[in-house]
C-alpha cells in the first residue's frame, strides 16, 4: 500500500510539473508574440512623418497615418494570435518630436504598448496570469 501511495503522490507532482510547462510555453509564445507585434507597430509608425515640416528642419510624425497603420496590423494580427479567442487587446501609442516634444533625450521616438486581458492562463489553481503587457520603443537616429 505504501509504494500506491507514494506512486500516486509523484504522479500529482509530475502531472503538476507538466501542466505548468505546457502553461508556461503557451505564456511565453504570447508574450514574444506581442513584443513582435508591437515592435512591428512602433518601426511601422515612425516611418510616417510630415515631409514638409521636415523640409522645414522640423521633425514631425504624422500621427493619423501611423495610428491607422497600427490599427490595421493589430486587426490582422489576431488573426494568427497564440492568445485565448476571448482575449481583449489594447495598445497605446505615444509619439515624441519636435511638435508635441520630448520627454528626456530630444531623439523623435514611437513607443507602442500592448495589453492583452486573457483570462487565466495557468491551470494550476495557486498561479493566476489574467494579462501581458509588452511595449517596444522606436527611436530615429539623429
Same mark, same amino acid.
Given at each position: 500500500?505504501?509504494?500506491?501511495?507514494?506512486?500516486?503522490?509523484?504522479?500529482?507532482?509530475?502531472?503538476?510539473?507538466? /501542466?505548468?510547462?505546457?502553461?508556461?510555453?503557451?505564456?511565453?509564445?504570447?508574450?514574444?508574440?506581442?513584443?513582435? *507585434?508591437?515592435? %512591428?507597430?512602433?518601426?511601422? $509608425?515612425?516611418?510616417?512623418?510630415? %515631409?514638409?515640416?521636415? /523640409?522645414?528642419?522640423?521633425?514631425?510624425?504624422?500621427?493619423?497615418? !501611423?495610428?491607422?497603420?497600427? !490599427?490595421?496590423?493589430?486587426?490582422? /494580427?489576431?488573426?494568427?494570435?497564440?492568445?485565448?479567442?476571448?482575449? *481583449? &487587446?489594447?495598445?497605446?501609442?505615444?509619439?515624441?518630436?519636435?511638435?508635441? !516634444?520630448?520627454?528626456?533625450?530630444?531623439?523623435? /521616438?514611437?513607443?507602442?504598448? &500592448?495589453? $492583452?486581458?486573457? !483570462?487565466?492562463?495557468?491551470?494550476?489553481?495557486?498561479?493566476?496570469?489574467? %494579462?501581458?503587457?509588452?511595449?517596444?520603443?522606436?527611436?530615429?537616429?539623429?
Amino acid at each position: 500500500m505504501k509504494v500506491f501511495i507514494v506512486f500516486i503522490g509523484l504522479f500529482i507532482i509530475n502531472m503538476s510539473f507538466l /501542466s505548468y510547462q505546457g502553461d508556461l510555453g503557451r505564456y511565453v509564445r504570447c508574450q514574444t508574440f506581442l513584443k513582435a *507585434i508591437a515592435e %512591428e507597430c512602433a518601426a511601422g $509608425a515612425a516611418l510616417y512623418y510630415d %515631409e514638409a515640416a521636415y /523640409s522645414d528642419g522640423q521633425f514631425w510624425f504624422n500621427y493619423d497615418e !501611423g495610428r491607422e497603420y497600427i !490599427g490595421h496590423l493589430m486587426e490582422e /494580427s489576431k488573426r494568427g494570435m497564440p492568445l485565448p479567442k476571448n482575449s *481583449i &487587446i489594447t495598445y497605446e501609442v505615444n509619439f515624441q518630436d519636435d511638435y508635441i !516634444g520630448y520627454e528626456g533625450e530630444e531623439i523623435p /521616438s514611437v513607443t507602442v504598448d &500592448i495589453t $492583452a486581458v486573457t !483570462g487565466d492562463m495557468f491551470h494550476l489553481p495557486f498561479l493566476e496570469v489574467r %494579462e501581458i503587457k509588452r511595449a517596444a520603443k522606436y527611436e530615429l537616429p539623429q
